[in-house]
């Protein structure tokens, strides 16, 4: 059973979260993927309604978020201004990185802030399912044909103020989804922006697709504002984390520098935890 004082933090958090990125609670609930009932129970000191396991998936995600979690490097900030432009000036931009270098992490930082709507894309989702957890993380339950969810969701996003779709592991999309896309793009490309990130193949899939003429590619990259490839860690960024880490041979540190990306680093410093017995 987590203590009562546990919870009362849990509350403090939540209220600072919620007001660093400007969401409400309503809001905050369907991100984090609770009730609201959960909310108000913690919200009104209803303690007894709240379960450890409760308190364990919430602190879990608010830790996950907070400063001090994440990085801020390059990159990191990198995808925050790309989202930011394509936010504002309702663009559809293309980020490219390698697997393991932030993009999950920047994207699902930036995700939490006010009218910003994440959805992971895979390759088992069909259109539907696509649609149907995108309209759920607009905080809608609804069921009808893809004609419909379409122009549901399109009219959600078009109701909200400066909306931005985050849609991740795009490199996974699949043809009959990606023309559907368009279909939202085009309804509501006034005031919605989209980021689209993958890998590598991502976009050389599109414009290969696209130079075979393939329904639907070459109009769908020609929409694309914005292509922008993530570099992975520079030297300095790597021996700022090391050091944070507990690293400090000077040899090792070096030795880390030629790494590239974040979860390769992150495997070298278990590595090394494991082998000092820190953990
Ligand atoms: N800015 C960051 N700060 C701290 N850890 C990070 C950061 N970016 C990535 N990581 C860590 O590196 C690993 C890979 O990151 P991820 O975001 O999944 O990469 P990608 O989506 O590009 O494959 C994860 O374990 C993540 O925790
Ligand atoms: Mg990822």
Known sequence: MAKIEEKKELQNRISVFCETNGISRADFAVKADVSPATLSALDNGQWDKI???????LTAFIKSTEAGNVFNTSDFQTVQDLCDTAKKYHLMIGLIGDTGTGKSTALTYYGNRKNVYRVTFEKSMNPKQFYTTLLRELGVDFEGNINALINRAAAELNAKESPLIIIDEAGKITHSVLLYLHDLREKTKAGCGIVLAGMPYFKTNLQKFASKGKEGFSEFLRRINIWHTLNGLNAAEVKYIAEKNGISD????????????FGDLANEILLDKIMSNAI
């Open 250 to 261: 000077k040899e090792r540190v070096k030795e880390l520098c030629r790494i590239k990306r």
């Open 51 to 57: 379960s450890l396991s409760m308190v364990k998936k």
